[in-house]
């Protein structure tokens, strides 16, 4: 059997999608390498985009994420992440606190909670039973607006001293993303750098595999 790898690729979903579409070159990513979890995050400008877009996504999506052992995550919505069967949902500060989130989804599905650059926002997410919490943004990135800016060091704390997995998010390439493994970072949550790619999808998730076994924390 195949060891899982200890750190691991982490997708999120361009902010506007079309399902059908999107699911074929859903399928060519996760056939290239080892992904760990697909977080859906659909927004219409600074909006999230409806209850119908994400019930799409997810009805098109989930599938394909199931068919490789990949977890289906719902930004910010516990309500619709239960109601639409995926696997768990990603908070931000700014959304359903983890408390209210765990109340939704039940003690099961996956719950992970953006902590920015705060190492006081990642132990309380920590100590309150968060399956993961999330650093960033490490690089400029067109993605989303991002509220503060991360250096590795953060991970490289957090690795030494907490057993909950942390996520790096935030301008993630093939190119930078080197010292973030290096640090310890437990998944690399990337969206632009896998589908904005220049050789597509499957030849970027591939690349990114390469690039954590290079640097990968023994």
């Known amino acids: 059997m195949t060891e899982t790898p200890a750190q691991r690729l982490y997708l999120i979903t361009p902010p506007v999608i079309e399902p059908a579409a999107f699911a074929e070159d859903l399928k060519a990513a996760l056939g290239a390498g080892d992904v760990a979890c697909l977080q859906v995050r659909l927004k219409d400008g600074e909006r999230t985009a409806s209850d119908n877009a994400f019930r799409r996504a997810t009805e098109a999506l989930l599938p394909v994420c199931h068919a490789h052992d990949v977890a289906l995550l719902i930004n910010d919505r516990p309500d619709l992440a239960i ?8 908070v931000g ?40 919490v999330a650093f960033g943004a490490f690089f400029p990135t067109g993605t989303k607006a991002a509220k503060t800016r991360a250096d590795p060091e953060i991970i490289e704390w957090w690795a030494g001293l907490m057993e909950a997995p942390c996520v790096a998010i935030g301008g993630i390439t093939v190119e930078n993303c080197g010292p973030l493994v290096a640090a310890g970072a437990d998944f690399l949550a990337v969206s632009a750098g896998v589908w904005q790619h220049p050789e597509g999808p499957a030849a970027a998730v591939s690349a990114f595999c390469r690039a954590i076994a290079n640097h990968a924390r023994g």
């Open 83 to 90: 109601k639409f069967g995926a696997d768990g949902v990603h």
């Open 93 to 132: 500060q700014e959304d359903e606190t983890y408390a209210e989130a765990r109340r939704i989804l039940g003690p099961d599905r996956i719950v992970g909670v953006t902590c920015h650059n705060s190492r006081h926002l990642a132990m309380e997410a920590a100590e309150a039973g968060a399956d993961y």
